[in-house]
């Protein structure tokens, strides 16, 4: 665990590294799981942008260790004032540990996030994500996975954000049918540089 625990650590300080100009560092957290994340620029352009997303999600209540990475291409709807919308791929791994055996996730997941901030009170933000992988893109011992996730942020400076966050994973294995690996309610900051 430590190894995987220090590769995803590695990977979100290069990162960070790379694309230093408009990231963010992402970290929330309850009495037995910690989710920290790091996301940044890949391009900008007329028709919006796209960014990469890193995560580390520890959870000692349900024995999971994983990290991911998605890419995420982001547009603002032009139609409805507030609201934008991005869609990403990405990759997911790491392992449920459990009392009849171990079981490793690894998998390429496809989904959607809203974004909305209201007129008038650009200080608030509201985000949605839903991340699906199918069986077919499901290997090692996980047969399919489902994350959803809802977040209500206040910006208290231009730089800094706090906010409440609800995440659920749930996911399908091989050995295990299917298994709640994540249900939490996390408080957490969000910070750009």
């Known amino acids: 665990m430590r190894k995987l625990i220090t590769a995803a650590l590695a990977a979100l300080a290069l990162t960070g590294a790379q694309s230093a100009q408009a990231a963010s560092f992402d970290l929330n957290l309850n009495d037995y799981s910690l989710q920290a994340k790091l996301a940044g620029p890949v391009s900008s352009g007329a028709h919006g942008d796209s ?3 890193l995560r580390f999600l520890y959870n000692e ?9 998605d890419l995420e291409f982001q547009a603002m709807i032009e139609n409805v004032p507030g609201f934008g919308l991005g869609l990403g791929v990405g990759v997911v ?3 449920k540990k459990s ?4 079981q490793d996730i690894f998998g390429v997941p496809v989904g959607l996030r809203l ?5 008038g009170a650009e200080n608030l933000e509201f985000q949605g994500k839903v991340f699906y992988t199918p069986k077919l893109l499901s290997f090692a011992d996980l047969d399919r996975m489902l994350e959803r996730r809802v ?15 609800y995440q659920h ?11 709640t690996i994540d249900d939490n309610v996390r408080v957490g900051f969000k910070a750009r540089f």
């Open 51 to 53: 960014l990469m997303h």
């Open 61 to 69: 209540k349900k024995s999971l260790t994983m990290t991911s990475a």
């Open 93 to 95: 791994g790491g392992r």
């Open 99 to 102: 009392s009849r055996a171990n």
């Open 115 to 119: 974004y909305f901030q209201p007129a």
């Open 151 to 165: 977040r209500a942020g206040y910006a208290i400076s231009p730089a800094v954000q706090i906010y409440i966050e």
């Open 169 to 179: 994973i749930r996911a399908n294995f091989d050995d295990l049918n299917s298994r």
